[in-house]
C-alpha cells in the first residue's frame, strides 16, 4: 500500500448502478439467491429441505454442509465380509504390518478403504463410471482414479470388466483401426503350383503354463 495512493469511498446502493454487498439487504439476498439458483431450489425439494425465517431474527442464509454416506456404508459392510474379518483379526494379532484399523472402525489397506464384496462394491464401481459427475471413462482411467481412495483384491480385472459390459461405452466405442485401403487382387495364375504363399501368426498369447495358444 505504500506505493500506492488509495482512497476508498464507500456509495450507497441507491447511488451506484451496481449494488454492492453492503449495500444489500439480508432479505434481498436471500430471495434473489433463492429464486436465481433453481438448482438450489431443485436440491432442497429433493432433499425435503425448506428455509424458514424466524420473527424476532433476520433473515440469512447459512451454509448447508452435506457428508458423503459412501464411507460410511463401506464401514458397515465390511462387518459382513468374512475375508476382511479374517484380515481384521490379523491386524490385531500384528500379522499384516501394511494393513491398519482407522478411529472410525474401518480397515484401511495403506491409505485406501478395503471394500468388501457385494452391493456396495457396485455402488463404488457405479459412481466411478456412470454417475452425474463422471464421463464413462475406460478401464484404465477409471482404475486410476479408484485406487488413490479404495483397495480390493483384483480391483483391475473387475474394473476392466465392469468397463467391458457397460452398454454405453460399447455403443459410443471409438473406431482405434486404421482406415482400410483399396483392394488389390492378386493375380489369377495360368498354372497351379505357380505361386506359394505362406502367412507368418506371430506373438500370440501365452496360456497359464506357458505354451502358445491356437484357436
Known amino acids: 500500500m505504500v506505493d500506492y495512493d488509495v ?22 439476498c436471500l430471495a ?3 429464486t436465481k439458483h433453481k438448482h438450489l431450489l431443485k436440491e432442497m425439494r429433493d432433499l425435503d429441505l425448506m428455509v424458514v425465517r424466524r420473527s ?24 459382513g465380509d468374512a475375508k ?13 504390518s501394511y494393513m491398519s484399523i482407522h478411529a ?18 457396485e455402488e463404488v464401481l457405479a ?6 459427475y463422471s464421463i464413462h471413462p475406460g478401464g484404465t482411467k477409471m482404475y486410476q482414479d479408484l485406487k488413490t481412495h479404495f483397495w480390493w483384491n483384483g480391483m483391475k480385472r473387475e474394473i476392466a470388466r465392469y468397463v467391458s459390459q457397460c452398454l454405453i ?10 482406415p482400410a485401403g483399396l483392394l488389390q487382387p492378386l493375380l489369377i495364375s495360368v498354372w497351379k503350383w505357380e505361386n506359394i504363399t505362406m502367412d507368418f501368426v506371430t506373438a500370440l498369447p501365452r496360456s497359464p503354463k506357458g505354451k502358445m495358444q491356437f484357436g
Do not use: W
Open 56 to 79: 424476532d431474527t433476520q433473515g440469512q442464509l447459512m451454509t448447508l454442509q452435506l457428508q458423503p454416506t459412501l464411507m460410511e456404508k463401506i464401514r458397515m459392510a465390511q462387518n
Open 127 to 132: 459412481e466411478a463410471h456412470s454417475s452425474v
Open 104 to 121: 472410525d472402525g474401518a480397515l484401511y489397506f495403506g491409505n485406501k478403504i478395503c471394500v468388501p464384496k457385494g452391493e456396495v462394491r
Open 84 to 96: 476382511l474379518q479374517q484380515f481384521r483379526e490379523q491386524v490385531e494379532s500384528g500379522l499384516r
Open 169 to 178: 461405452c460399447q455403443q459410443v466405442k471409438a473406431e482405434h483401426q486404421k
Open 32 to 34: 434473489l439467491i433463492i
Open 7 to 28: 482512497d476508498l469511498q464507500y456509495h450507497p446502493g441507491k447511488a451506484n448502478i451496481v449494488p454492492d454487498a453492503l449495500s444489500r439487504e439480508p432479505e434481498a
